[in-house]
């Protein structure tokens, strides 16, 4: 059996842009994954939700992989973004679909 270090590299390594986050896309179980679930949903940005609350190895050990003590935490291309706040700042100042534009990941932003 993997250890969550593998399976959240796998993760990280295998989705072009993954939320670990408290609940899942459709039902977010906290206030912070859900505004990052409606930023990315505003995009139009596929990503792939990782609800921590599934599995306490993966819970602590995304916060291990990535050296960032809170949930949600953003990865792009298998680069950590952040959390919450430095999403939602990135977001409102044009950054982060700067970022998805960078990285070749298409956003259909709604008008």
């Keep these: ?14 989705n072009d842009v993954v939320l670990f986050m408290k609940g899942t896309p459709q039902f ?5 994954s859900g505004q990052v679930v409606q930023i990315l949903n505003y995009l139009g940005v596929p990503y ?16 291990d992989y990535s ?18 706040d430095i999403t939602r700042e990135m977001f409102q100042a044009g950054e982060l679909q700067q970022l998805f534009a960078d990285k ?7 008008a």
């Design 104 to 110: 070749g990941i298409p956003v259909q932003q709604s």
């Design 1 to 14: 059996m993997a250890d969550a270090n593998q399976i959240i590299d796998n993760e990280v390594k295998s």
């Design 48 to 63: 792939k939700g990782v609800n921590v609350l599934d599995d306490e190895t993966i819970r602590q050990g995304i916060k």
């Design 67 to 84: 050296n960032w003590p809170t949930i949600p935490q953003l990865y792009v291309k298998g680069e950590f973004v952040g959390g919450c």
């Design 28 to 32: 977010p179980m906290c206030g912070f």
